[in-house]
Structures are given as C-alpha cells and as structure tokens.
C-alpha cells in the first residue's frame, strides 16, 4: 500500500475541482428528493412474484375491479425476460416459481394460455421441471385457486400456536418475518380453500408430467430431513380423521393474534407476505369485505403500489427510516451542513419515529425497553437493530434545536440495542437468540429463512455505531441514563463477545459475509468500518485481510461488483459486473481500513472514485440495473433505488478528506 501523501502526490483521477462538483451534483438530487415531511424514501424493487400474489389476492376478495389491475398485464409483459421467464434478480436469466406465479397472475387477469407470451412462458417453465418443482409458497398460491392439491403442500397443525414461550419451539423461535407470515397461514392450512376465480383457470399446462400423473406428496432429501415428511403424514391422517387436538383453539388463538397485531394504518409487519397472508386467513375465516378490518387491510397494500400511466405493481416493503437515514448520513459526510434545514426536518421526523411500544422481540428479550426504529412508516411490533444503529449515526451527524431531545432518543434506542446482543456475541436483525436452525430443514421452510441469527454485517452495524458514538463522547452525550460523558457505550465484556464473534466469521479469504447486502462486499466493507473505530489495533490483522482482499476484487474498470449468484456458489466472492453502490462498499471499507492504518490503498481508491466520477450523470445520480440487497439470500432480492444515489456520495465525501 503506498502512504496518503505519496498517493496524493501522484493522483489525478479525483481532482478537488472534479469532486466538489460530483458532491454539489449528488447532494443537489438528494436534496430535490426530500418529502415536505422531511423524509427520504424510494422505490424497493423485487422480482415479479409480490405483484402477481397481489393479483390473485384481489380476485379471492372479488376487489380486482376496484384496482387498476389492467396496467399489471403490461408490467409482467414488460418484465418477461427473452428466454420466457421472469427473474428471481436482474441477470439472472429466469428462475422457474417466479415465472410459474407471473404466467398465473396473467391468465387471472384473462390473458390466454395460446397468447405469443405465454406460449413462451409455459416453454421456459417446462424446461425447468414445472409446477412440481417450484416452490413450496408458490405451490400454496396455486392450491388456492385448484392448480395445485393440497395433498402437496405440508400440514402446519393449529394448535402449535399454543405452545407457551418457554417452550424449546413455539412460534417466537421463527423470525419475524416467517412468524407474521405463518401464524395467519395456520388457518389456512387448516382450512384448505379452494375459490373459483373469474375467470376461472387450470394450469395444467405446466405440468411436465401432465395433471393426472402428479404424486403430490412432500420430497424426501434421503437423510434424517425426511423424519418431518413422515411427521408430516401422521399430522394429514389425524386432519383427516378429525383427531387434531386443540384445533379450533388453535385456530381461534391465531386470529386473535393477527388481529392484535394490525396496524392503525392497516398494515401487517410492514412487509407483503405478512399482509397478503393475513387478509388470506381472514378471508378463509369468511370475514366481510365491508369489515374496517379488511378495508384497512386491503387499503394498506395498495400504499405499497406504484403506478405509472401504463404499469401498475406492488412492492414487497417500504423503506423510509432506512432510507432517510442513510440519505442524512452521505450528505453529512459530503460536506453539508449538520444544521442545514434539510438535516434538521429528516431528524425530527426520525425522532417522530421513534418506537415507544413494547413488541415482539419482548417476549425473549425480557431486559430491553422501548426506543428502536423500524424500517417502514408504521411497524410497532418489529423494530430492527441495523435501522436503530444507522439511526442513532445519522441523528448524532445532526444538529437539532432540541438536542436533550435528541439524546435522550439516542440513548433510549443504545440501551436496546444492548439487550439484543446474542449469546454468540453478535446480534441479529429482529430478535435475541432466533437461531435454531433446524427449523429451515421442515418442509414449509424450503426458502431457508425460518431463523433470524446473529449476523456479521448487523454486527459491525452495531460496533460502528459504538465507535463513532465513543468518538463524540467529549461533547457531552448522555447515554444509558448517565451524565458522565466517560459512561461504556457498550459494556466492555459486550464489545469483546462482539469483537470475537467477527474475528470467528472472518472468511479465510479474508472477507465477511452479507448477510442483508449482495455479498461479501457489503458484509466486509461494514466490518471494516466498525474495526477502524473500535479496534484498530487489537484486529489490525483482519483489517488488513479484509482490505486486502477489497482492493483484489477491483474491476478493470476500476469498479466493484459482486453478483447475487454468490450465495449460491461462494466461488463468486466479490465478482460481478461494477455497480455505484458495490464500489462506493469498496472504497468506503478501503477508507476505513486506511484510517485505522494511516496507509492508504491510494491506486485502488483513485481508480474506484475515477468509476464514479466517470459513470455519473449530468443530474448528479447513478444508475445500475443490478439487485444489491438481499432479502433471503438464494431466494429472494432487492433494489434499493436510492443505494445507487446515496451511497456513492458518501463514498466521495470520504475519499475527498483524505485527499
């Protein structure tokens, strides 16, 4: 590596001149974005399969004429792929459930089976084995409609919903996103609808066996997996024979708790999967249309739409805490001002934000208290730790008129942010010790996203935020309801259980992986920008690992990219066609480890900042096509809109410090 001053001396690539013009563009768009409200918030992109479930939600309530559901036939159009299908992620060339759910959602909306698209389609799909080798949640979405037997689909008895929590396995061992996605779907399991849609359909096309040779019964994987199928059969022969105990309370104690957890605004876990299956479950449970219930419900998932004068589609989140807080952090570290105006309406609406209500994470965490931030609007029942970390960072960059107000949410939401310290010693997204592994091998689990466990990149989110809160220390923040400015942020036996935990998951290449960004890039720029701050000196050898092998995955082209196909084949660490976001990681991982070194990778960030210079538009953004975030890795992907905007930014305004 060659010092900061020699790599000054020679640069060219980045010129003050150059740079301050990037930022001025950058935080000029950035700034044009803002909500009157004081917010930031984007589009969240994923695969088709959201929009077309939404369609098929419409038609079992008989809404479908109230939606402009006509412009979602031209989006899927849009989105069919050359080959015939539709894409798990941008590239990937088709993925066989995502295509089975958008050839569904078509013919729901009248679109022929001999229609020129279609035929396409239903080729790609066969190729790939067919309805039978899709999906478990694809599969449920075509029982419901009689494409497929629930005969096929495993059974999910009621009465776990009784289990107490003190139980080894009751349904606070499953993640937030899995429980508030199964508990409404216990009572759709056990009821087993079948609607008839207008119009109705078969999709007995896509069976490359044909229809009437289909077994349907569950998998084997020839290992000790199989014990749940036969489980899963003893549960179908007591459904059958009326001998499932406790059912209807079961039943009965799964409603009740979807309905508690309604949101005012009518939302469900402020995710689709959650909401589309509550209103599933209600819907099975013969509710009304005209039910306030229902009305909120099913207005709340149209507030996950977008619209265009000719495509209509849903996505599968919302994202403005996230978004607005890392919007405030690149224009911090660009250079504006902390109590500029725009800084000032983005805290305070983030501080309105702030959750005050116990939730889910209660019940295995029984130390916290309120004062964590979630990722959407409204979401009271499932605050997350990597929200709440990025909050605190971006509140503690700004300059508020209320500052005791400011710290004491702050210290509220560190507080918490403790108590959720896993026993391994990292922490996870949503919940303490939801880890039991074992869960992703039943049947429903074929997604692998049953389990919230403590995770690297959340972990280093966590120790970042200790760090630059450490670092602010001696202008008198007040945290964990001590005056003292020389208070622990973090207990020091906490932040050595942590810091062992990332030395442990350090990858022998010398990267971390991503557990929520695509892949290794995002995990191990995250992780070096927490060591800087926390232990520069004690983990001087796994910063240097970890840039070393940043600075080797650099493009020809002076960018970096990582490709999603990376979780499924490790060999693709950090390989992948540049992105602005995935170069703006590298070089901000770069940058940290230069200042936990005082040396510089100078060539490698040159030429990174020359990439993002070179690829920036006159208006002052980015553009890449490709999915940067993940949501279940292997399964399911997002596209942040504003990752491409902010991120770089912040890159940039870094780079120009150390110039």
Same mark, same amino acid.
């Given at each position: ?45 994923? #695969?088709?399969?959201?929009? @077309? ?63 020129? @698209? ?51 396995? #009751? ?69 059958? %024979? ?18 508690? /957890? ?66 405030? /952090? ?48 409204? #979401? ?27 710290? @004491? ?23 303490? #010790? ?166 510089? @990778? ?10 993002? %210079?070179?690829?920036? /538009? ?42």
């Amino acid at each position: 590596m060659q010092t900061q001053e020699q790599g000054a001396v020679k640069s060219t690539k980045g010129t003050p001149a150059a740079l301050e013009d990037a930022i001025a563009r950058s935080q000029h768009y950035l700034l044009s974005l803002q909500d009157p409200d004081g917010y930031w918030w984007a589009e969240l992109e994923s #695969n088709v399969t959201i929009t @077309a479930e939404v369609v098929l939600l419409h038609k079992l309530w008989g809404t479908d004429k109230t939606r402009p559901l006509h412009k979602i036939e031209a989006y899927l159009r849009s989105q069919q792929r050359e080959q015939g299908g539709w894409e798990l992620f941008y590239g990937d060339g088709g993925e066989l459930s995502t295509s089975v759910e958008a050839y569904m959602a078509l013919r729901l909306l009248g679109v022929s089976a001999t229609d020129p @698209a279609l035929q396409k389609a239903r080729s790609f799909i066969l190729k790939r084995g067919g309805i039978s080798k899709t999906r478990i949640f694809t599969k449920f979405h075509l029982g419901l409609i009689g494409c497929y037997d629930w005969r096929g689909l495993p059974s999910i008895p009621s009465w776990v919903m009784l289990l107490p929590d003190a139980f080894p396995v #009751n349904i606070y061992e499953l993640s937030s996103w899995a429980r508030g996605s199964t508990v409404p779907l216990l009572i759709v399991f056990d009821r087993k609808p079948v609607y008839v849609t207008e119009p109705a359909i078969n999709l007995d096309e896509l069976y490359v066996e044909g229809r009437s040779n289909v077994r349907f019964e569950l998998p084997r994987q020839g290992d000790w997996t199989d014990l749940f199928v036969y489980l899963d059969s003893a549960f179908k022969l007591a459904e059958n %024979l009326n001998l499932v105990p406790f059912r209807q309370e079961g039943i009965d104690a799964a409603e009740k708790w979807v309905l508690e /957890r309604q949101e005012v605004t009518g939302d469900w876990g402020g995710i689709i999967p959650a909401m589309l299956n509550s209103l599933l479950a209600l819907r099975a449970l013969d509710y009304n249309l005209s039910d306030p219930i229902i009305e909120r419900g099913l207005k709340a998932v149209d507030n996950f739409a977008l619209e265009t004068d000719d495509h209509y589609w849903i996505q599968p989140c919302i994202s403005p805490v996230w978004d607005t807080a890392l919007v405030m /952090r690149s224009l911090v570290d660009s250079g504006l001002a902390p109590d500029h105006p725009a800084l000032v309406r983005g805290g305070e609406w983030l501080l309105e934000k702030q959750i005050l209500d116990y939730g889910d994470w209660a019940v295995k965490n029984r130390k916290g208290k309120p004062g964590a931030w979630a990722f959407e609007f409204d #979401n009271r029942f499932y605050p997350d730790v990597d929200d709440s970390a990025v909050v605190v960072m971006a509140l503690c960059a700004v300059q508020l008129p209320n500052e005791p107000l400011k710290q @004491a949410a702050i210290a509220r939401a560190v507080d918490w942010i403790a108590t959720m310290q896993c026993t391994p010693g990292g922490w996870a997204a949503f919940d303490l #010790n939801n880890d039991q592994d074992w869960l992703n091998a039943i049947p429903y689990g074929d997604l692998k996203a049953m389990i919230d466990p403590n995770t690297a990149d959340v972990t280093a989110r966590v120790l970042e935020m200790v760090g630059k809160l450490e670092r602010i220390k001696d202008k008198g923040l007040r945290l964990n309801g001590e005056a003292d400015p020389s208070s622990f942020i973090l207990h020091p036996s906490s932040l050595h259980r942590a810091l062992a935990y990332l030395r442990a998951e350090q990858e022998p290449e010398g990267c971390w992986f991503g557990r929520w960004g695509v892949n290794y890039i995002y995990g191990t720029s995250g992780v070096l920008a927490a060591l800087s701050l926390v232990a520069p000196k004690t983990h001087q050898r796994e910063i240097e690992r970890g840039a070393s092998w940043l600075a080797g995955c650099q493009n020809a082209d002076g960018g970096w990219g990582e490709t999603c196909f990376s979780y499924n084949d490790p060999s693709l660490k950090g390989q992948g066609d540049s992105t602005a976001s995935q170069t703006a990681w590298a070089l901000i991982g770069l940058m940290a480890a230069g200042d936990a070194s005082g040396t510089y @990778a100078i060539e490698a960030l040159d030429r990174g900042i020359h990439y993002l %210079l070179q690829t920036q /538009r006159p208006d002052g953004t980015w553009d890449e096509d490709y999915f940067t975030g993940t949501g279940f890795p292997c399964h399911f992907y997002l596209k942040y809109h504003l990752y491409q905007q902010h991120f770089p930014l912040t890159a940039i305004g870094r780079y120009r410090l150390i110039k």
